[in-house]
């Protein structure tokens, strides 16, 4: 079994819709989790970041984490043509790095397109 | 766009060659970590340095190694190249002890393996 597993798709949406994307873990070491966009032919970039259970908004995206269900997820509200992208689901027993042994375990991405 | 740069983007070699990627970091940051995505992918943990050591590393042989330089900067070596080296292989610099939202990822290099 991975230690992340992810919904690969592709997933494709009308514009405005929401969106939700999903992970599920079995390391209970996992602290922190991220997502991150992957555009075409471009390095990840950080969307959201956080610790333990709970919600976390900015703008148009809320992550959710449930560490009982071991399962994180991120909704996309009202979606745009530039959100299409591959999103990655990222994970790390800790959250600082240098010093130690710092890494992140990635899902294997949901490509979204979202249609004007 | 981040401050981490990466060269070549796009590489070609054949199997049994050598090669080297190389990353600059975002300025004042003095960790670095590579990673490599396959296609259809997510990222895996190669290494990551730190002051000038291996920092920790995953699940690959030897014949990848690195290097980090006195400026941050670093490099990526893969020897006896196999085809299943072909993949997009990024760096990503952070500041030692910052959390992981200081961390930022390179455009990556291509690198496909006849």
């Known amino acids: 079994q991975k230690e992340v597993e992810q919904d690969p798709g592709p997933l494709s949406v009308p514009e405005g819709a929401i969106v939700s994307l999903n992970c599920t873990y079995s390391?209970?070491?996992?602290?922190?989790f991220m997502w991150y966009r992957q555009y075409s032919r471009k390095g990840p970039e950080l969307l959201m970041y956080?610790?333990?259970?709970g919600n976390k908004e900015d703008g148009r995206f809320t992550a959710q984490v449930d560490k009982s269900s071991k399962y994180i997820s991120l909704f996309i509200r009202d979606s745009q043509p530039s959100d299409s992208a591959t999103y990655l689901c990222?994970?790390?027993?800790?959250?600082?790095?240098?010093?130690?042994?710092?890494?992140?375990?990635f899902g294997k991405g949901t490509l979204l397109t979202v249609n004007p | 766009e981040t401050g981490v740069t990466q060269s070549p983007t796009h590489l070609i070699k054949t199997r049994g060659q050598q090669v080297t990627l190389r990353c600059s970091s975002q300025?004042?940051?003095?960790?670095v970590s590579w990673y490599q995505q396959a296609l259809g992918q997510g990222p895996q943990f190669i290494f990551q340095?730190?002051?000038?050591?291996?920092?920790g590393r995953g699940n690959f042989p030897p014949r990848f190694s690195g290097l980090q330089f006195p400026n941050y900067s670093s490099e990526l070596n893969v020897n006896a190249l196999e085809l299943d080296d072909s993949a997009l292989y990024l760096c990503?610099?952070?500041?030692?002890?910052?959390?992981?939202?200081?961390?930022?990822f390179g455009p990556g290099t291509r690198l496909t393996v006849l």
């Open positions: 990222a994970m790390s027993p800790i959250g600082y790095s240098g010093g130690s042994n710092y890494k992140l375990t």
């Open positions: 390391n209970s070491a996992f602290q922190y």
């Open positions: 956080t610790y333990s259970s």
């Open positions: 300025s004042g940051h003095n960790t």
């Open positions: 340095y730190y002051r000038e050591e291996e920092n």
């Open positions: 990503a610099s952070n500041i030692a002890g910052g959390l992981a939202d200081t961390q930022y």
